[in-house]
């Protein structure tokens, strides 16, 4: 393909499709923009993107292909402002926020402009953030996910799924209230809980001061996650609220079966629980 591609937000996501689309791409010219300029300079410096711009009307003017990767808040702000500059009429907008159904919304000006929005998820990432840590492969083999509206023209589709080719991910097609579902399910909840097991350990330094040095193992491994930007986490939490207000009321009744199964020591159903979980995880692709 070729043309130019606007990345707006050169965080680990942009910089990393970035990376994807030069490597697949060789014709196209990549321009960035970032809030932070510093972030931007070391972007261009590291030949994360081939231009580096100041403004979002400079980057989105001559873009072909429109990527906001920013924390969902901010990129509710940019829509709005790309719906009020003038762009090229085949432009494709995409965007890579962990929510799909409130920035579907927000696109509608945009989209009322006759411009294509087609959101999009990589699901694949760190707890890392920044663009140093950005690298070539971390799509490789992670879903993809779109939430493209019903009456988006499928050849935009596809021509979207060209430009991202070079992710090697497995591009998947789903609406944005599925979308918000499945990722509070599967992603924004065990977030949160993560955070809350680190409050819990952190709260327990006042019984005793070995908690920290003993927190290794199983541990660490399931609250990696509670090392990610706070900020983006923040705004996940705000966007998916409904669903994961409901996915906390299902959990308190969870916990509540797992605290009557304790009080009466019922050691078969106790066993049956870890069993039944250990079945379902072992058996996951
Ligand atoms: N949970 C992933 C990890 O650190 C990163 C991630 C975060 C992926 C948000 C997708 C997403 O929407 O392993």
């Not at 920013?70 to 762009?87: D, F, G, N, R, S």
């Not at 140093?132 to 939430?147: D, P, W």
């Not at 330094?205 to 923040?234: C, K, N, Q, Y």
């Not at 994961?244 to 629980?273: C, F, H, P």
Request: with cysteine.
């Amino acid at each position: 393909m070729e043309g130019r591609v606007f990345v707006i937000g050169l965080g680990l996501i942009g910089g990393s499709l970035a990376l994807c689309i030069k490597e697949e791409h060789k014709e196209v010219i990549v321009c960035g923009y970032d809030i932070n300029e510093e972030q931007a300079k070391l972007a261009k410096m590291m030949g994360v993107i081939d231009e580096s711009v100041r403004s979002l009307e400079a980057g989105a003017r001559d873009a072909d292909l429109i990527i906001i990767s920013t924390p969902v808040t901010v990129t509710e702000q940019i829509l709005e402002q790309l719906a009020e500059l003038p762009l090229k009429d085949n432009v494709i907008v995409t965007d890579t926020g962990s929510t799909k159904t409130t920035i579907t919304d927000k696109a509608r000006s945009l989209i009322e402009k006759g411009t294509c929005f087609i959101g999009g998820h990589p699901m694949a990432g760190s707890h890392k953030s920044g663009v140093t840590a950005a690298k070539k492969i971390l799509f490789e083999n992670a879903f993809y996910l779109f939430t493209p509206r019903q009456e988006t023209n499928p050849k935009e589709i596809e021509t979207l799924k060209a430009w991202l080719v070079g992710t090697k991910a497995k591009f998947l097609i789903v609406s944005p209230e599925e979308h918000d579902y499945l990722t509070g399910v599967i992603s924004h909840f065990p977030h949160l809980i993560a955070a809350s097991l680190v409050h819990q350990a952190a709260a327990a330094e006042d019984h005793s001061a070995l908690v920290s040095r003993l927190a290794a193992g199983g541990f660490r491994d399931i609250t990696r996650i509670a090392s990610s930007s706070p900020a983006m986490w923040r705004d996940i939490l705000l966007h998916n609220r409904t669903v994961i207000l409901e996915l906390l009321l299902g959990w308190e009744n969870e916990m509540q079966k797992v605290i009557t199964l304790l009080e009466s020591s019922d050691a078969s159903e106790i066993y049956r629980y870890f069993d039944e979980a250990k079945n379902y995880r072992d058996g996951l692709p």
